[in-house]
């Protein structure tokens, strides 16, 4: 199986077609192009269908043919989610509603602060219930996986709140990142992608050790700003459900030796979450690589 190096299936082309699909034809009409978009998707790479096969046949223990169904409906359910996002993102009208757990630990966040999601639901769209915070949300997406992506979605979109900033290897995001949090504004990151060659620890997940990134915890110690557990999953074909978790700092240390042991702790809290999450709602997590390698 194959590893993730920082980029996923998808181009501009497919994102123009379907806004345009959604703008013209409506999103009913979307979600059933999509139909055909995610039966070819299913069997277009081998390594993606290895990777997900694993995670339900083998770590959540589904049949041959429950498997097999419920590959297809993931990938129809992260067609629903690119094109929702698309939608609300670009302000396009629909009837999307979203309820929100854990508003008051948000609140709380008056100088900033770092919200840690994953790829399960539906994350950038939770950024639609924060207007309360009166703070420009900044989305972190990798360079490599989200470089002309991003530039599209930015040039579409309608809430000037949101912002996307591109993860490079030259670690120029880093000045980015802290006059966005200088301007007490909020960083939003996933935390369950494993770049080979990035700083990781391994903790156990779904019943097996998997590695997870230590950069999401080591800039929220760097920059003394807390933390929150945040996810957005999809409940229904217009509704999303929002959770964010009670805030959580993590201390500064100078010796560089002992900052991975200081984030396991916070990062297997975190993969508790994700866990939790993921057993909830197991079509909604859009992992097409051997995340266990």
Not at 17 to 46: D, K, P
Not at 78 to 84: E, N, T
Request: glycine letters at 6%.
């Amino acid at each position: 199986m194959d590893k993730w190096e920082g980029k996923s299936r998808g181009n501009v082309l497919g994102y123009r077609i379907f806004v345009w699909c959604i703008r013209y034809l409506g999103l009913n009409f979307a979600y059933f192009l999509l139909l055909f978009v995610s039966s070819y998707f299913v069997f277009a790479s081998r390594k993606a269908f290895r990777a997900i096969w694993y995670f339900y046949h083998d770590r959540l223990g589904r049949n041959k043919i429950n498997t097999l169904a419920s590959i297809f409906r993931n990938y129809y359910l992260f067609g629903q989610v690119l094109i929702d996002k698309t939608t609300i993102l670009a302000g396009i009208r629909h009837n999307f509603t979203f309820s929100l757990l854990g508003r008051e630990h948000l609140l709380e966040m008056h100088d900033g602060g770092i919200l840690i999601s994953g790829h399960v639901g539906n994350w950038e769209v939770g950024t639609k219930t924060l207007a309360f915070l009166d703070k420009k949300i900044n989305l972190l997406v990798f360079d490599a996986e989200h470089a002309a992506i991003s530039q599209y979605m930015s040039d579409i979109l309608e809430d000037r709140n949101v912002n996307f900033i591109k993860m490079g290897p030259d670690l120029s995001h880093m000045l980015e990142i802290q006059k966005a949090l200088e301007r007490k504004e909020i960083i939003a990151i996933t935390g369950d992608r494993f770049v080979e060659g990035n700083k990781s620890v391994r903790v156990g997940f779904l019943g097996e050790p998997a590695a997870f990134p230590t950069g999401p915890w080591h800039i929220a110690s760097y920059f003394k700003v807390p933390v929150s557990y945040v996810f957005a999953v999809k409940t229904s074909r217009r509704h999303y459900r929002f959770s964010a978790t009670p805030l959580r700092r993590i201390p500064s240390l100078s010796n560089p030796m002992k900052r991975a042991e200081l984030v396991t702790g916070p990062i297997k809290d975190y993969v508790s979450e994700l866990e939790k999450t993921i057993r909830a709602y197991p079509l909604q997590w859009y992992n097409y690589y051997d995340f266990w390698k």
